[in-house]
């Protein structure tokens, strides 16, 4: 059993040591054969004494190694910190250790304190409004989702077969990597993405030959409405992000938008509950890192049925 202690440090200076080593492109600039600081901070315009002690910091948890000539190469976990690595965590890296993750975060007090968002408190307005005029902070948050999507999209395909669906639509999807991954084992099935404009501008996983003829990209804010007909909703990531009346909602727009031959609508959120104590599993709810917000969805799972909402 961990001690508290263990959880609390030095966990915030791994994160940070993490996304700059990322956000420099050490990962990157290391080749094969090992090199010294100089080198490396030379390429990535760094001060050398700094990116020393960082580089030397990580090397305690196993991420970079340093030999007897004081030269750093690379171990198992800095690979993944690569961008070419097919299991590359950088742009997570990138995205937890930013500006937009992190001063909300270290304002959680005041968010616990108040009930209020953390980002909107700080920054005057949600984060998701902030990215259309800050398309920096989009963009690396984008890239964190899609990568996530990724990742998880082999699970996903060996849990559940979506070739039985016609048209599948995608609530919040972001640039579509979840979506081309289904339809593309999924031949007969047609998809939609919906998400924000400066969102599904980036969908180029969707502009892939086996798929691009079979899926819509339309954008919008599921707040107001969601695209009609399709006889399969997803939402992977999105409910979680939001109050109980917001996700109600929200799924209230995909009960009304379904095609009325479909029964049910089912959103499967994070469980509240966590028996398997392990880093991994640690959330607050399903808060937004981004939004540090105040209260959550309380229920671990989403049921929309006919029932449940009007379809006027």
Known sequence: MPRVLDLI???PFVVQSVHV??????ADLLGPEPQTVDELAE??????????RVLRALTTLGVFSEDA???FRHT??????RADHPASVRAWALMLGAHFVWRPAGDLYESVRTGTPGFRRLDGERFFEWTKTHPEDGAIFNAAMTSGSVQRLPALLAAYDFSHFERIVDV???????????????????????DLPNVVAGAEALRAPDVADRCEVIAGNFFESVPTNGDAYILSRVIHDWD???AQKILGNCRRAIRSDVGSCLSKASPSRRTNRTPTNFSMCGSSAAEASGPKPNTGRYC???DSYSSE
């Open 244 to 246: 109980d009346a917001t």
């Open 304 to 306: 929309v049925t006919a």
């Open 43 to 52: 390429a990535a315009e760094a001060d050398a004494p700094s990116l020393k």
């Open 9 to 11: 440090w030095p966990g």
């Open 76 to 81: 198992e976990l800095s690979q993944t910190l």
């Open 172 to 194: 919040g999807g972001g640039q579509g990597a979840l979506l081309a991954g289904i339809l593309g084992v999924s031949p007969k099935t047609r998809g939609v993405l919906y």
């Open 69 to 71: 000539d004081g030269r």
């Open 21 to 26: 080593v990322a956000r420099l492109g050490i």
